[in-house]
Structure formats: structure tokens, C-alpha cells
């Protein structure tokens, strides 16, 4: 909607066409950035500049590269969650490269890559812990130093490193993977319920549609409102919008 509708809408309340084209760039820029050839590119700079100590990020060059960096950070998080949903995405993200390589052995006659040949699948934990070392842990560590707030991202990465090292070193296979996370989700479902049943349990149920249409109402007096400042907007410019056709 920023190319059509929303353009319009949001040079009217900004700055115009210049502002505009500055956003674009920056939600373009930050596309690309989950890229993760842009991050190689980008990594040793970056570590140089977060070396330093004394980088200022108010600096647009600055700037953008930390944007971009922090679009990897979170593009790569699962790798800094809690160990029950690390595992967990993993574990789904292999299934999906798997079936990939299935394809391409099966339909086009291809040799999978190492990390989408199902024949390798018990080595995810090793897979996981190169992963850690070659990609993530030079990101966060980098982050850290640019920013202290960042520490949690990288204890949660060096956590996970020791958890998967663990599975290594206990020969932990795929299904022994899937199963440990299919229990678990059993687990959190019937809790889940449970708790839900529990705090539903003997209130009333009539205020079930205003809830549901409270959202829809507080947009509307948000569109109310800011179709009176566009109005009032017009009435200040002489009525005149420019609109580009």
C-alpha cells in the first residue's frame, strides 16, 4: 500500500515526496539484509567498527550497517531462544531443507546439499553447533560490543551452543529430536487447556461479541480522526492535495 494509497496518505502527513523516497530505501535496504550473503559482506566491517569503542552511530553510514546487522539478529534469534524452542525450530527448519533435498534428488536427479540430505539428519546437533560458530556467534558478539542491551542475545546463542554440543557428544539423533518435541507439545497443549478452562470457568460469555468488535471500533475512530486532519490539512493548503497520477 506504500506505492498507491498509502504514498499519498503519507505525504500528505509528512514531509512529502523526499521523505518518502528516504523510507522506501530504508525498508529496501532492510529487505535485503536478511540476506545472508549481504551479512558476509558486511561482517568484518562491522566487527571493525564495533572494535573500536568509540563508533558513532548516529553516523547515516554508521547507522544503516547496525540497522542491518540488527535485521540478521533477529532474523537468526530461534538460535538465542530457550532450549525447548530452539530445538523445536530446528528441528522444523531441517524437516523443510530435507524435503527440499528430497526434490532435488528425487524429481531432478540432484545431489542434495550436505545440510538438506536426509541421509545426514542425525547429524543435525554437529550441523547446529557449526551454525553457532561460522554465522551467529561472531553477530551477537559484535552486537554486544556495539551495545550492552545486546547481551542476552549472545548468553542465549552460547547456551544454546553448549546444549547442542551436549546432544553431540551424546550421539542424540533426529528422531530421537522430533519425539523429545512432540512430547513437549503435547505437554503444552493439555496445559494450556487446562489453565484456560480453569480461568473461563464460571464467568459469563455475553461480552464475547463486544470484545470482538472493539478492535473494529477503535479503528474506525482512528480513520474518523485522522480524515479530520487531512480535512483540516486541505482546508490550511487551500484545499489543494497533490496527487501524482
Not at 92 to 100: G, Y
Not at 166 to 172: G, L, S, Y
Amino acid at each position: 500500500s506504500l506505492c498507491t494509497h498509502g504514498k499519498q496518505w503519507y505525504q500528505r502527513r509528512v514531509r512529502g515526496e523526499a521523505e518518502y523516497k528516504q523510507l522506501m530505501e530504508m525498508i529496501k535496504q532492510v529487505i535485503l539484509a536478511t540476506d545472508l550473503a549481504m551479512y558476509f559482506r558486511q561482517k568484518a566491517n562491522f566487527k571493525k567498527l564495533c572494535e573500536t569503542g568509540d563508533t558513532d552511530w548516529t553516523e547515516p553510514d554508521n547507522k544503516a550497517l547496525l540497522r542491518s546487522m540488527m535485521i540478521t539478529g533477529c532474523d537468526l534469534s530461534a538460535i538465542t531462544k530457550p532450549w525447548e524452542v530452539q530445538r523445536m525450530v530446528a528441528e522444523k527448519i531441517a524437516s523443510e531443507f530435507f524435503n527440499q533435498g528430497d526434490i532435488e534428488r528425487d524429481k531432478y536427479g540432484k545431489a542434495p546439499m550436505y545440510m538438506m540430505d536426509r541421509s545426514k539428519r542425525d547429524e543435525l546437533p554437529k550441523m547446529q553447533v557449526d551454525f553457532i560458530d561460522n554465522i551467529c556467534m561472531e553477530l551477537y558478539e559484535s552486537l554486544e560490543k556495539a551495545n550492552p542491551l545486546f547481551r542476552p542475545l549472545l548468553d542465549g546463542c552460547l547456551a544454546n551452543r553448549r546444549n547442542w554440543l551436549n546432544q553431540v557428544e551424546r550421539r542424540t539423533s533426529f528422531a530421537d529430536i522430533s519425539n523429545a518435541n512432540v512430547t513437549l507439545t503435547h505437554s503444552s497443549v493439555t496445559t494450556r487447556d487446562s489453565d484456560e478452562e480453569t480461568e473461563t470457568m464460571g464467568q459469563p460469555h455475553n461480552n464475547i461479541q463486544a470484545m470482538q468488535n472493539q478492535p473494529e471500533e477503535e479503528c474506525s475512530a482512528v480513520e474518523g480522526k485522522e480524515d479530520e486532519e487531512a480535512e483540516e490539512k486541505e482546508e490550511e493548503d487551500g484545499g489543494q492535495v497533490q496527487v501524482e497520477t
